[in-house]
T-cell receptor, first 114, second 116 residues
Framework: AQSVTQLGSHVSVSEGALVLLRCNYS??????LFWYVQYPNQGLQLLLK??????LVKGINGFEAEFKKSETSFHLTKPSAHMSDAAEYFC????????????FGQGTRLTINP | GAVVSQHPSRVICKSGTSVKIECRSL??????MFWYRQFPKQSLMLMAT?????????EQGVEKDKFLINHASLTLSTLTVTSAHPEDSSFYIC????????????FGDGTRLSIL
């Protein structure tokens, strides 16, 4: 079985500050890991994914995440927050099989203060 | 990029009505589509996996007779909420997996269902 824990349901940072959203996973097989962003009343948009290649993954909008097997973590970072980054962020894990069934974390709401 | 169209985006209807939600992959074929339900300020909960040409696989606790899924083609899956009641009000989101392997799921923009 797989699971994802996102530490902090709400993160607030100042514009221009570092963004750090935490994600820890549990998986009995090598995981595929994803970060998605959701804006109000919309579906999910893929920010980035880890699929057993490079451990540091760069995504869209200046986000990146680092896969750390020893810590079972896949934290999302962005060096400088922008007002448009305010949204809900979901970490997800899959076993990489053809069905690509995703297990989502609880989500973290990111607020950007001017 | 890959686009998934979900329709309608919002539905308000009376209790007892059946509501159909469509999920279409516009520029790719999808053997597998997923249906999720999201309550306010909560995460997505997988309801069922829809496979083209075969019966859907429902997650534990999801009533298959309540939430009918049809995946008749490689670009279309439908979710019908039968005899909807206020407790069925929620945000429903579909996603589609490109038939080509190693491609991530692409999500629709969701359907907000409100049952009066």
């Amino acid at each position: 079985a797989q699971s994802v824990t996102q530490l902090g349901s709400h993160v607030s940072v100042s514009e221009g500050a570092l963004v750090l959203l935490r994600c820890n996973y549990s998986s009995s097989v090598p995981p595929y890991l994803f970060w998605y962003v959701q804006y109000p009343n919309q579906g999910l948009q893929l920010l980035l994914k880890y699929t057993s290649a490079a451990t540091l993954v760069k995504g869209i909008n200046g986000f990146e995440a680092e896969f750390k097997k020893s810590e079972t973590s896949f934290h999302l970072t962005k060096p400088s927050a922008h007002m448009s980054d305010a949204a809900e962020y979901f970490c997800a894990v899959s076993d990489g099989s053809g069905a690509q069934k995703l297990v989502f974390g609880q989500g973290t709401r990111l607020t950007i203060n001017p | 990029g890959a686009v998934v169209s979900q329709h309608p985006s919002r539905v308000i209807c009376k209790s007892g009505t059946s509501v159909k939600i469509e999920c279409r992959s516009l520029d790719f074929q999808a053997t597998t589509m997923f249906w999720y339900r999201q309550f306010p300020k909560q995460s997505l909960m997988l309801m069922a996996t829809s496979n083209e040409g075969s019966k859907a696989t429902y997650e534990q606790g999801v009533e298959k007779d309540k939430f009918l899924i049809n995946h008749a083609s490689l670009t279309l899956s439908t979710l019908t909420v039968t005899s909807a009641h206020p407790e069925d009000s929620s945000f429903y989101i579909c996603s589609a997996c490109p038939t080509v392997s190693n491609q991530p799921q692409h999500f629709g923009d969701g359907t907000r269902l409100s049952i009066l």
